[in-house]
């Protein structure tokens, strides 16, 4: 099996005397879909914003590719290809949709972008190159016959899909998703199930923190299952559906897991 891209090695997060993640060991590779379970605080979200660069660790290593991420800025985490898509729209509501994804492209290729917005003698090819970049990636989240439309008029299924546009123009490696099946409908579920399993066949690492077990359990080669902070299991969705410390801490919440 080929060598992880993101490395975590006994990670912690403490806030105060609040352990919320203790002693984390995960591994996710490339073209890998890996999920991340665990009851209300049991330090899913903490560890996100740990692997996205909004928190520094405690204690513990990140290492992406081979290389420590130990004091890399927050916005150095999307140039090394470490890209998040939130559940909330972060889309900018009177551009269209193409234009809202070329935007997101700022991270990967910046100085044509300023050439594009400038105007200056360059910008036609520049802004040629980021428009076609941009439908590609509209057509693939499915969204190619709003290219042209207000991002304001979508639906909220399809602000999601617009979401995962722009992060995939930041040229990611590692794509981190937050509850991504929030609020959507079943069939707008498929759908996404679909992309996210496109995005790892083109070789990209997924991680996903999700509450939806039924969503996560079909599409993830892997699951980790934290537990007030701990890592309780990590193996394949079978392997942690029928793990009995899984079971245990889910006890309150049996139908989650029956269901999934
Ligand atoms: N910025 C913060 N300051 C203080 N405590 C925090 C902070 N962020 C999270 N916590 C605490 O850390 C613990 C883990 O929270 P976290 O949000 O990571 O859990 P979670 O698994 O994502 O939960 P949920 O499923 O409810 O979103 C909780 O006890 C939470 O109250």
Same mark, same amino acid.
């Given at each position: 099996?080929? #060598?992880?891209?993101?490395?975590?090695?006994?990670?912690?997060?403490?806030?105060?005397? *609040?352990?919320?993640?203790?002693? *984390?060991?995960?591994?996710?590779?490339?073209?890998?879909?890996?999920?991340?379970?665990?009851?209300?605080?049991? =330090?899913?979200?903490?560890?996100?914003?740990?692997?996205?660069?909004?928190? !520094?660790?405690?204690?513990?290593?990140?290492?992406?590719?081979?290389? #420590?991420?130990?004091?890399?800025?927050?916005?150095?985490?999307?140039?090394?290809?470490?890209?998040?898509?939130?559940?909330?729209?972060?889309?900018?509501?009177?551009?269209?949709?193409?234009?809202?994804? /070329?935007?997101? /492209?700022?991270?990967?290729?910046?100085?044509?972008?300023?050439?594009?917005?400038? =105007?200056?003698?360059?910008?036609?090819?520049?802004?040629?190159?980021?428009?076609?970049?941009?439908?590609?990636?509209?057509?693939?989240?499915? *969204?190619?016959?709003?290219?042209?439309?207000?991002?304001?008029?979508?639906?909220?299924?399809? =602000?999601?899909?617009?979401?995962?546009?722009?992060?995939? !123009?930041?040229?990611?490696?590692? /794509?981190?998703?937050?509850?991504?099946?929030? =609020?959507?409908?079943?069939?707008?579920?498929?759908?996404?199930?679909?992309?996210?399993?496109?995005?790892?066949?083109?070789?990209?690492?997924?991680?996903?923190?999700?509450?939806?077990?039924?969503?996560?359990?079909?599409?993830?080669?892997?699951?980790?299952?934290?537990?007030?902070?701990?890592?309780?299991?990590?193996?394949?969705?079978? !392997?942690?559906? !029928?793990?009995?410390?899984?079971?245990?801490?889910? *006890?309150?919440?049996?139908?989650?897991?029956?269901?999934?």
């Amino acid at each position: 099996m080929n #060598s992880p891209l993101l490395q975590a090695r006994g990670l912690c997060k403490r806030f105060g005397g *609040l352990h919320a993640v203790s002693d *984390l060991d995960l591994d996710v590779r490339a073209g890998e879909v890996v999920g991340v379970i665990g009851p209300n605080g049991a =330090g899913k979200t903490t560890t996100f914003n740990m692997i996205a660069g909004a928190f !520094a660790p405690t204690s513990g290593t990140l290492a992406f590719d081979g290389r #420590s991420l130990a004091g890399v800025p927050t916005h150095g985490f999307a140039p090394r290809g470490i890209v998040r898509t939130f559940q909330h729209n972060k889309s900018f509501d009177s551009l269209s949709v193409r234009e809202n994804v /070329m935007v997101g /492209m700022h991270t990967r290729m910046p100085a044509s972008l300023w050439r594009v917005l400038a =105007g200056t003698p360059d910008s036609y090819r520049a802004e040629r190159e980021a428009r076609r970049r941009a439908d590609e990636l509209v057509d693939f989240v499915g *969204l190619g016959e709003f290219a042209q439309a207000e991002v304001s008029t979508l639906s909220f299924g399809q =602000g999601r899909l617009l979401e995962i546009a722009r992060g995939l !123009a930041a040229g990611p490696r590692l /794509m981190l998703f937050d509850e991504p099946a929030a =609020g959507l409908a079943p069939g707008e579920c498929a759908r996404l199930e679909e992309i996210i399993l496109g995005i790892a066949r083109q070789g990209i690492a997924v991680l996903l923190i999700e509450h939806d077990m039924r969503f996560l359990m079909a599409l993830a080669d892997r699951v980790a299952v934290l537990n007030f902070g701990r890592k309780i299991a990590d193996g394949t969705p079978d !392997a942690v559906r !029928a793990d009995p410390a899984v079971i245990e801490a889910y *006890l309150g919440n049996v139908e989650n897991l029956a269901h999934a």
